[in-house]
């Protein structure tokens, strides 16, 4: 069956713009993770999600991250006035249960971001 | 919060050999361990995971330890194939998300 699929997978984004990454989660899975991969680091926790309720938004960076989750499948992640740090991978992941962190986490391919 | 360590960051290894790989947790609490690899271009996909009611957990060439005591559970991956090289991350569960270690890069040589 599908897995998680994330668009676009390739961003170049002038410093000073906007950016919007979607996620479709495995069809039915209950919770939803956003990460964020540095060059030759491990994936760093960014938000969750349960159905359509942010649970948990403690490792978005600053107040220019924005995640929501409407309808409790497709994820949008919106990053404001990018800046260069902001350059990496995003990743998305689904579980199906609410039990969040001790179920399977099946991942996207990423959005690679550039900001330039 | 939760830290995990993981090392070594980079293994060489001829084709057929073993190769290990080790993590340490910092949170007495993490009571799922995941592992991850991860090739290039692409995300993370599980491999194997262990869950803290069980020591030691195999699947054909692969197989994971844990030592809730000691705070550290290991990745095993023997008669290696050139198929195996990527990038492997070891993950802690923390109460609603993952944290992972910084990486291993696995080279196996033909």
């Known amino acids: 069956g599908a897995g998680v699929s994330q668009s676009p997978r390739y961003k170049v984004a002038k410093r000073g713009q906007d950016v919007a990454l979607r996620c479709d989660p495995i069809?039915?899975?209950?919770?939803l993770f956003w990460y964020q991969q540095a060059l030759g680091q491990g994936p760093e926790f960014l938000t969750y999600f349960q159905n359509e309720a942010q649970l948990d938004k403690s490792g978005l960076p600053s107040d220019r991250f924005f995640a929501e989750r409407p309808e409790g499948s497709v994820s949008t992640l919106k990053i404001q006035r990018t800046q260069q740090e902001d350059s990496a991978v995003y990743l998305c992941?689904?579980?199906?249960?609410?039990?969040?962190?001790?179920?399977?986490?099946?991942f996207g391919p990423g959005t690679r971001l550039t900001v330039l | 919060g939760e830290n995990v360590e993981q090392h070594p960051s980079t293994l060489s290894v001829q084709e057929g050999d073993s190769a290990v790989i080790k993590c340490t947790y910092s949170d007495s609490a993490s009571n799922y361990f995941p592992w991850y690899k991860q090739e290039l271009g692409k995300g993370p996909q599980l491999i194997i995971d262990?869950?803290?009611?069980?020591g030691e957990k195999k699947d054909q060439r692969i197989a994971v330890t844990l030592n809730k005591t000691a705070k550290h559970f290991s990745l095993h991956i023997t008669e290696t194939q050139p198929e195996d090289s990527a990038v492997y991350f070891c993950?802690?569960?923390?109460?609603?998300?993952?944290?992972f270690g910084t990486g291993t890069r696995l080279q196996v040589f033909p």
């Open positions: 069809s039915g899975h209950v919770s």
């Open positions: 992941a689904s579980s199906l249960r609410a039990s969040g962190n001790t179920d399977t986490q099946y």
């Open positions: 262990i869950r803290s009611n069980v």
């Open positions: 993950a802690a569960s923390s109460p609603d998300k993952l944290i």
